[in-house]
């Protein structure tokens, strides 16, 4: 059971988030200053451009439309192609897949009588406007745009709270629509509430749903938002809708949308309510939020944005934040498009998790109950996606920002406590949703630990991991959800545990690819172990680690070996590899290369270092010799999604530490860039926009669980990390567009030769000193000795 809350760490919290705000602003050139949100917006990038701070509970944001009411133009809510609004909405996540979640309670100006039911809107014809891109402006914290209704929109944020002002046009009629129903994905209930005599609205809405319509077992309600809007002008009339009907003085409305057959919102269906006021009127409105009460959400408002607060005020304050946050990271060099992209890819890795308990230390838990934080935890956090973010994103956030890392750490451990002991994979505000494969809280737990996160209860927290990946349970039995949403942490544990693999027809959404997320699960799990003085799991964790050569078939292919389905009998299905049977979103030759904890022992079974060169030349090449990096079908890299991000730095171990420098600075220089269409895929709550920015930085923590840094060449002349152990200097005097290749590098002054770090640098800091020119020495950390480290399991 969570520890006893004490106030003194809610008013720590508080402490710190003032000083944030009354620190005097930056100038032009600091960090929040090159942030452009406007990129991901496009290409499928799916971030969205509207005001929010580090890690906040709200995100004050656009939601266009293409002319279906039910469904979002966009997973973020904005596309930046998608040149209309129909409302401006008071949660977001960024870089998601599926078709969108939350979006909660847009507001939307309109400058007409309200003659119909907003929820009959089916098209968005009536109660929308259009806009132009050049009557838009988004920068960190803040967003502006004036509608073609004549309507001009300001935006900002505080950590629970946000504030808005609509400049409406003279002779007009000047409405608010609050949309209270309408989040992304639907509702199941939604109430609203208008005082005239207080000039504001309150209400709640009740959704989920998130990826609902890939399988029934998730079109399900599993939190609530509670609002509370204080206008700053009195209503010169007030209205409600439900479903159909219109109440042209009504004050109160519910009613939810629904979730159709087939998981999207029910057209016709949702309910909310309108305030009037005199035409031309310039109205404030500031709005606190809370996922426990209307009092939290009140208290919350109070807190952050007082009444007297200016809307220039809470700007300030949330570009001031955000200049603290980006600033653990300073670089100096590149073009000014080259340090905007990177700037904006560390804001989109701060954004998520979320803060999600309130001012006063209440949240509501995964078992619908109210919950304090613990003593020592700053905030509980929400919206962790599992199975991507693993990777990168929580190694970067942590080295930065490790109280940060640890409260992640211990809010999920809350989470499983609430849960039954199982640890969700992607779990959306207070509810468990099971989206994508393995288990990635214990990798993600292994790397807060590894990058300075040590605030939490990492023994308790192990053991239930542990017992989870030991003990079979009916989830881990069940089909409900899959493929994509298979509700057990460990599916088909039962096969892990007697065959040591996952087979091909099992209760996970891949044989293949479960087997090898599940194979770095267990790693992670004995370097929990190891960190936690338990020998016996360590090496019990490590044994299973190594089931991933149980799938390795020699004889796949004429040219070699792949890893492949397997049936529960041990014979193998008919294989190529380009097929994505067994695996998630790529394929067999694409996953042959994830075992990135024992690459030495996966070259081993290639062949050698030799033929796995050749392997991996022909993964990245044409066969005319140009790179294929994304975009070049099954058989190659695809540098756009998470099963190949950490493949091109598998060159270090294979000898050729030039191919990385070289594959990563073609990826950074060419599908990432400062535009709307600047992020290849899904950024992934800042998982992809975490891959640039170690990118950028010439290194990578290629080994879950582990603090080791496999070495790329840094994209800046100049860079100073603050991170979680001591700074970290980067000097690279002779970096550009036309020098990717690392000549010698020092350490600490003295000479280096091994393309990887050890940890003592996350640790204790350091001083790293490329040259760099635009020919690869071939010399330098080729040496098989100089390889980064692998883990095999243990003999015997």
């Not at 087939?262 to 005199?278: E, M, N, R």
């Not at 919950?371 to 929580?394: C, E, K, M, P, T």
């Not at 097929?579 to 790529?586: L, M, S």
């Not at 079974?605 to 990245?620: N, Q, S, V």
Request: charged letters at 15%; proline letters at 6%; glycine letters at 10%.
């Amino acid at each position: 059971m969570p520890r006893l809350f004490r106030a003194a760490a809610i008013a720590a919290l508080l402490s710190t988030a003032l000083a944030i705000m009354a620190a005097p602003a930056k100038s032009a050139m600091s960090p929040a200053s090159a942030v452009n949100p406007l990129i991901g917006s496009s290409n499928g990038g799916n971030t969205f451009p509207g005001a929010t701070v580090p890690f906040g509970m709200l995100q004050w944001s656009p939601e266009n439309t293409r002319g279906r009411h039910n469904r979002t133009a966009a997973p973020g809510g904005y596309l930046y192609r998608a040149t209309r609004i129909r409302g401006f909405s008071l949660t977001h996540l960024s870089g998601t897949g599926c078709a969108g979640a939350s979006g909660d309670v847009p507001f939307m100006p309109v400058t007409q009588a309200i003659a119909s039911s907003p929820a009959a809107d089916d098209h968005d014809s009536i109660y929308a406007s259009d806009f132009s891109h050049a009557d838009e402006h988004a920068e960190a914290g803040y967003y502006q745009v004036k509608l073609d209704n004549g309507t001009d929109v300001q935006l900002s944020a505080a950590l629970h709270s946000g504030i808005a002002r609509f400049d409406f046009p003279a002779g007009k009629p000047a409405n608010l629509l609050i949309r209270t129903s309408d989040s992304e994905v639907g509702s199941s209930a939604a109430e609203t509430r208008v005082d005239r005599d207080e000039r504001s609205v309150t209400g709640s809405v009740t959704s989920g749903n998130f990826c609902g319509y890939l399988a029934r077992v998730d079109q399900r309600s599993y939190y609530t938002l509670y609002f509370v809007a204080q206008f700053d002008q009195p209503f010169t009339q007030t209205g409600s809708w439900n479903d159909a009907r219109v109440d042209s003085t009504g004050t109160a409305a519910n009613g939810g949308s629904g979730y159709a057959d087939k998981g999207f919102p029910a057209l016709g269906k949702g309910s909310g309510v309108w305030v009037g006021f005199a035409p031309g009127s310039s109205v404030r409105v500031r709005v606190g939020i809370s996922y426990v009460s209307l009092a939290n959400a009140r208290a919350n408002l109070q807190a952050e944005i007082p009444p007297s607060t200016a809307l220039g005020r809470v700007r300030a304050q949330a570009h001031d934040a955000w200049n603290k946050v980006l600033g653990g990271i300073v670089v100096d060099g590149g073009s000014a498009d080259q340090r905007t992209t990177f700037y904006t890819a560390l804001y989109h890795v701060m954004m998520h998790p979320n803060v999600y308990s309130d001012v006063n230390g209440e949240y509501r838990g995964f078992d619908q109950q109210i919950h304090r934080v613990d003593h020592g935890q700053q905030a509980q956090y929400a919206n962790f996606s599992g199975w991507d973010i693993y990777r990168s994103q929580l190694q970067l956030l942590t080295w930065l920002q490790p109280q940060v890392g640890s409260d992640i750490a211990q809010s999920l451990y809350h989470q499983a406590q609430q849960n039954r002991g199982e640890w969700d994979r992607w779990t959306h505000n207070s509810g468990g949703t099971h989206v994508m494969s393995g288990d990635p809280a214990a990798p993600a737990l292994a790397d807060i630990v590894a990058f300075g996160g040590h605030g939490f209860d990492l023994r308790d927290a192990y053991d239930s991991l542990a017992r989870a990946a030991t003990v079979v349970s009916a989830n881990d039995l069940s089909d409900d959800g899959c493929n994509v949403e298979c509700v057990g942490e460990r599916p088909s544990l039962d096969q892990w545990l007697s065959l040591h693999y996952i087979a091909s027809k099992s209760h996970a959404w891949g044989g293949a690819g479960e087997t090898l997320e599940d194979a770095s699960a267990d790693f992670a799990l004995s370097e929990l172990a190891r960190r936690v003085g338990d020998h016996a799991g360590r090496r019990r964790f490590l044994t299973r680690a190594g089931y991933w050569r149980n799938l390795f078939n020699p004889h796949a292919m004429p040219g070699g070996g792949y890893i492949q389905n397997r049936h529960a009998d041990g014979s193998w299905p008919a294989f190529t590899p380009d097929t994505d049977d067994g695996f998630v979103e790529a394929s067999a030759a694409v996953y042959l290369w994830m075992v990135p904890f024992d690459v030495h022992g996966l070259f081993a079974r290639l062949g050698g270092r030799g033929k796995a060169r050749a392997r991996l030349d022909a993964f990245f090449h044409h066969p005319d010799g140009s790179w294929a990096l994304t975009g070049a079908g099954p058989l190659h890299a695809e540098l756009d999604n998470e099963p190949s991000v950490a493949t091109p730095w598998l060159c270090d171990y294979a000898g050729q530490p030039w191919n990385t420098q070289k594959a990563v600075r073609i990826v950074v220089d060419t599908i990432w860039k400062n535009a709307p269409d600047g992020i290849p895929g899904n950024d992934d709550l800042g998982e992809m926009s975490s891959w640039y920015v170690w990118a950028a930085l010439g290194m990578y923590p290629e080994i879950p669980g582990r603090a080791e840094l496999l070495l790329g060449s840094p994209l800046f002349r100049h860079a100073l990390i603050h991170g979680s152990g001591g700074d970290v200097v980067i000097d690279a005097p002779g970096a550009s567009s036309s020098t990717p290749f690392v000549q010698s590098l020092t350490l600490d002054g003295k000479p280096h030769d091994r393309p990887w770090l050890a940890p003592s640098l996350v640790e204790h800091g350091g001083r790293l000193h490329f040259a760099l020119g635009a020919q690869p020495d071939k010399a330098w950390g080729s040496a098989s000795h100089a390889a980064p480290p692998s883990f095999p399991p243990p003999r015997g």
